[in-house]
């Protein structure tokens, strides 16, 4: 949406719609009560998260032999400490003297089992004390002592956030378009670029999609220089949101391109030295800003620029860079004093290239001129080492089928390197990551966690040790302290239990398997049944779907208690299933790019024939009674589902969805479609994957949801959608929540209450309760 004039049609008919109720048939089922709904609610994620006892599936890393991490129980949280060269575990301090100390410092009551959780930040300094931050306050606390805590005073600063230096001494933040650096120990702030300007700015976080104040840098090392990129956005077309007020409405707009745009953000690489403020340009033409990893240049939320790798010795650094079409990339080298920049070696294939699934698998050997590149030249990906002086491949590191999903650890000195892959073992389920070590000089790589479940790895700073948390969708997490050498058992960290859970009435979902549209690929998924479930019943069958290609529906093989609502839905008296289809990622290349430039697939073919084999499979599930939901992507698959299947589909919610991605960000279409085309007829090719061209076909009940001021999804595209049923005169529904963005936020339990009641009415027959209230989600 490049203007806000000459709208006044669409907005009036949209208006129109949403004074509407569109009537249906009036439900002739039973009718459920609100006693019905808290049952289903108390399978909410908030619920029965609580209930899980000793899931240690996280750490936090002190030093190369220490880790913390929270054990829960009945009783609440207790932070523990192990030691990896012994295995022993115990409290770090008393949870009761710190929870007393602190809430005589803060004046406020604090809990001693609520201590190391949310709301708190642990830190601890060289003489023992701990630096804690309760909920943006500060406070230094010696437990050692007589357990005082004294209010640390913090030197005044800017509200723009920062990225810590390695010594931890400074961070660098961006502040009217240029970068500036903090003392953290006196406050000071330091200039470091002056010839920043509007929409050419340093360090700068805005993908389109995305757009934060935090700055994108990479530090040195040795904490002196700091690799970043001057943005140039100056040309580049805005996207627009207005918030509803008392008053004068007000517009937010920011730089946002679309596939086809002649003007892209572009950025220009530089280098300064933080102690004389020199900035160096590498001699590059301007780069695209893009990722070899997402579809950003930083994938976290802590500004870290995947892309770019120092050297040791912070006197160099390698980068790769991305063609906008993302089927070409350059592995390059550059000298962080001269700005000399050189291209190793480059990458083509036919789709798009992709170096990780959580990051960026490329590293970076200057000390023996070499590189470890991951490609999937094999129909998997693996990883070759390549000599940087010649540009030439030296051998794979790894072969074979299997996927290498994130390189986790490297020994430059013993050249071996760890990491998590998927499919490498038969008979194990090709989604469970399991963790490996390898040399980069080739040999069989070594298995360090044969357990068949999908494992979470956190490796420690010295990569001797790792926790190793696995479990399955069924089997609850065991936690156990492993040697990087061979795997061994060092220690048990926890086992959890599902007592509690198990008591307040929950039961795991089911795998199930079905056959792909070739009729040969294994896909798999999750099936959730009411818990009292009845198989002399017939059910009516709800599809959760989320289409890729980053992720797929069922979104992880960990033990999660809850994944999302999908068995509060079955307790409304559905089959609720999850299914991963063709076109989503962790499988092989061919598997992940099935319907590379037609995105209007979305797995469907695969979702219509795996919901048909398992109606043939159980004949409790009502082939005739098919709903579909999703958000996001998943909004999108939705309406597409009930547009090119309408026969099949006959209730959909679509939430926040991309219905048409020639207005999405450019960097989305552009790798998952290709560039735009426009022929001479006025067809494009991305004419398949644009929703509001099938409205035509709809049959069914269709709910479009979404935030006005969505700066992800911008509402535009549900208005598309809106606007194309309008003229085609068909009844539809549609819920616009104001001033919410992608996520719901405080508005989420009011949307998720609204979708149960839709799916309760519309595809199961039944009466909803009227107006029942879910809890206030704890994270809102």
């Not at 086992?495 to 009729?519: M, Q």
């Not at 560039?675 to 709809?698: H, I, S």
């Given at each position: ?273 933080v102690a004389s403020r020199k900035v160096v340009r590498l001699q590059l033409p301007p780069q695209q800003r893009l990722s070899s990893l997402c579809d950003d240049i930083s994938c976290s939320s802590d500004g870290h620029w995947d892309d770019l790798k120092w050297a040791p010795d912070s006197q160099t650094f390698a980068m790769v860079n991305s063609s906008r079409d993302r089927k070409q990339v350059w592995y390059r080298v550059a000298n962080a004093d001269t700005g000399a920049v050189r ?86 389920n090709p989604y469970y990551r399991q963790f490996w070590k390898v040399s980069l000089d080739g040999g069989k790589p070594v298995l360090l966690t044969p357990e068949s479940a999908d494992h979470i790895i956190s490796m420690s700073p010295d990569g001797k040790t790792f926790v190793d948390s696995w479990s399955t969708p069924t089997t609850a997490p065991v936690t156990v302290l492993r040697s990087s050498d061979d795997g061994h058992v060092i220690a048990t960290v926890a086992k959890a239990g ?160 991309n219905h048409d991605n020639r207005n999405y960000e450019n960097d989305w279409g552009e790798k998952y479609q290709g560039l735009l085309v426009k022929n001479k007829d006025g067809t494009t090719n991305y004419d398949n994957q644009a929703n509001q061209l099938l409205a035509k076909n709809l049959k069914g009940r269709l709910m479009l949801v979404h935030g006005t001021i969505d700066d992800n999804v911008p509402i535009g595209e549900t208005f598309l959608v809106a606007d194309a049923l309008i ?54």
């Amino acid at each position: 949406m490049k203007s806000t004039i000459g709208k006044t049609r669409l907005a009036g008919a949209l208006a129109a719609v949403l004074l509407v109720v569109t009537g249906g048939a009036m439900a002739q089922g039973r009718t459920l009560t609100a006693q019905d709904y808290a049952r289903a609610e108390r399978f909410m994620p908030y619920n029965t998260m609580p209930l899980v006892d000793h899931d240690v599936q996280r750490v936090k890393w002190l030093d190369g032999s220490h880790f913390w991490y929270v054990d829960h129980d009945a009783s609440g949280d207790h932070l523990m400490e192990m030691d990896a060269t012994t295995g022993k575990a115990a409290p770090p301090f008393d949870q009761a003297k710190l929870a007393a100390a602190l809430a005589k410092a803060s004046g406020k009551p604090v809990p001693a089992n609520k201590v190391p959780v949310r709301g708190f930040d642990f830190s601890v300094q060289k003489d023992g004390r701990y630096d804690i931050d309760l909920k943006g306050k500060h406070y230094i606390c010696d437990l050692a002592g007589p357990g005082n805590c004294t209010a640390k005073v913090m030197p005044k600063t800017g509200s723009e956030p920062g990225i810590v230096s390695p010594d931890k001494t400074k961070e660098a933040f961006v502040r009217d378009w240029n970068l500036w650096v903090r003392d953290l120990a006196t406050g000071k702030e330091t200039q470091l670029t002056t010839d920043g300007v509007k929409d050419f700015g340093y360090a700068t976080d805005n993908a389109g999609w995305i757009h934060t104040n935090r700055a994108v840098v990479n530090w040195s090392p040795d904490s002196k220089k700091i690799a970043t990129y001057q943005q140039d956005q100056r040309g580049v077309g805005e996207m627009y949101t207005v918030s509803t007020q008392v008053g004068h409405p007000k517009l937010d707009a920011w730089k946002y391109p679309l596939p086809g745009d002649k003007k892209v953000f572009m950025i220009e690489p530089v280098v300064i030295d933080v102690a004389s403020r020199k900035v160096v340009r590498l001699q590059l033409p301007p780069q695209q800003r893009l990722s070899s990893l997402c579809d950003d240049i930083s994938c976290s939320s802590d500004g870290h620029w995947d892309d770019l790798k120092w050297a040791p010795d912070s006197q160099t650094f390698a980068m790769v860079n991305s063609s906008r079409d993302r089927k070409q990339v350059w592995y390059r080298v550059a000298n962080a004093d001269t700005g000399a920049v050189r291209t190793a070696f480059d990458e083509k294939v036919a789709t798009y290239y992709e170096s990780g699934m959580d990051h960026a698998n490329w590293r970076y050997l200057p000390k023996s001129h070499e590189a470890i590149w991951p490609s999937e030249r094999n129909n998997w990906q693996n990883l070759y080492l390549y000599d940087t002086n010649t540009g030439k491949e030296l051998h794979p590191i790894t072969t074979g089928s299997g996927d290498v999903i994130d390189v986790l650890h490297l020994d430059r000195k013993s050249r071996e390197l760890w990491f998590t892959g998927t499919g490498r073992v038969a008979g194990v389920n090709p989604y469970y990551r399991q963790f490996w070590k390898v040399s980069l000089d080739g040999g069989k790589p070594v298995l360090l966690t044969p357990e068949s479940a999908d494992h979470i790895i956190s490796m420690s700073p010295d990569g001797k040790t790792f926790v190793d948390s696995w479990s399955t969708p069924t089997t609850a997490p065991v936690t156990v302290l492993r040697s990087s050498d061979d795997g061994h058992v060092i220690a048990t960290v926890a086992k959890a239990g599902l007592g509690r859970l198990k008591a307040a009435g929950w039961v795991p979902p089911v795998p199930f398997t079905v056959k792909a549209r070739d009729g040969k690929t294994t896909l798999y998924g999750l099936m959730f049944k009411p818990t009292n479930f009845d198989p002399h019943k017939k059910y009516p069958i709800i599809d959760y779907v989320y289409p890729g290609p980053q992720t797929g529906s069922v979104m992880g093989r960990s033990f999660l208690p809850s994944r999302y609502d999908h068995q509060s839905m079955a307790e409304l008296g559905f089959i609720v299933i999850a299914l991963d289809g063709m076109g989503t990622p962790w499988r092989s290349a061919s598997f992940h790019h099935t319907w590379y430039g037609d995105m209007g697939d979305n797995t469907l073919p695969d979702q219509v024939k795996g919901i048909q084999e398992l109606a043939q499979r159980y004949p409790w599930i009502d082939i005739n009674r098919v709903g579909i939901w999703g958000h996001s992507g998943g909004g999108n698959t939705t309406v597409d589902a009930m547009f090119r299947y309408p026969d099949f589909f006959k209730v959909g919610w679509a939430e926040s969805g991309n219905h048409d991605n020639r207005n999405y960000e450019n960097d989305w279409g552009e790798k998952y479609q290709g560039l735009l085309v426009k022929n001479k007829d006025g067809t494009t090719n991305y004419d398949n994957q644009a929703n509001q061209l099938l409205a035509k076909n709809l049959k069914g009940r269709l709910m479009l949801v979404h935030g006005t001021i969505d700066d992800n999804v911008p509402i535009g595209e549900t208005f598309l959608v809106a606007d194309a049923l309008i003229k085609a005169n068909k009844d539809f529904d549609m819920l616009i929540i104001p001033n919410v963005r992608h996520g719901y936020a405080s508005a989420t339990p009011y949307a998720t209450r609204r979708r149960w009641d839709y799916f309760v009415k519309n595809l199961a027959g039944n009466t909803p309760p009227k107006d029942y209230a879910l809890k206030k989600w704890p994270w809102f």
